[in-house]
Nanobody
Framework: VQLQASGGGLVPAGGSLRLSCAAS????????MAWYRQVPGKQRELVAW???????NYVDSVKGRFTISTDNAQNTMYLQMNNLKTEDTAVYYC?????WGQGTLVTVSS
């Protein structure tokens, strides 16, 4: 499985961004897809995940602001991020069944 993340950028606090993660290869083996984020010097943090059946879960700090979803073929995962806060600044990574994409940087300015 290969994962390609995109959509990061610079946004003011209160703004929105949508991250995408395109999956290719043996995507039928994917049961769970997830977004993680990492700030330099800190551990990578699980942000949100979605199962093949569509069940979603979020870390408390993003509940009500972030929405994870996939397209019907589950080849692309999204993370809609609204009402962004400066503390959301991080490199965001997508993951699927143990595979990782490259990170995409999200910077939220005050």
């Amino acid at each position: 499985v290969q994962l390609q993340a995109s959509g990061g950028g610079l946004v003011p606090a209160g703004g929105s961004l949508r991250l995408s993660c395109a999956a290719s290869g043996s995507t039928r083996s994917i049961n769970v897809m997830a977004w993680y984020r990492q700030v330099p010097g800190k551990q990578r943090e699980l942000v949100a995940w979605i199962t093949r059946l569509g069940t979603t879960n979020y870390v408390d700090s993003v509940k009500g602001r972030f929405t994870i979803s996939t397209d019907n073929a589950q080849n692309t995962m999204y993370l809609q991020m609204n009402n962004l806060k400066t503390e959301d600044t991080a490199v965001y990574y997508c993951s699927a069944s143990g595979y990782w994409g490259q990170g995409t940087l999200v910077t939220v300015s005050s």
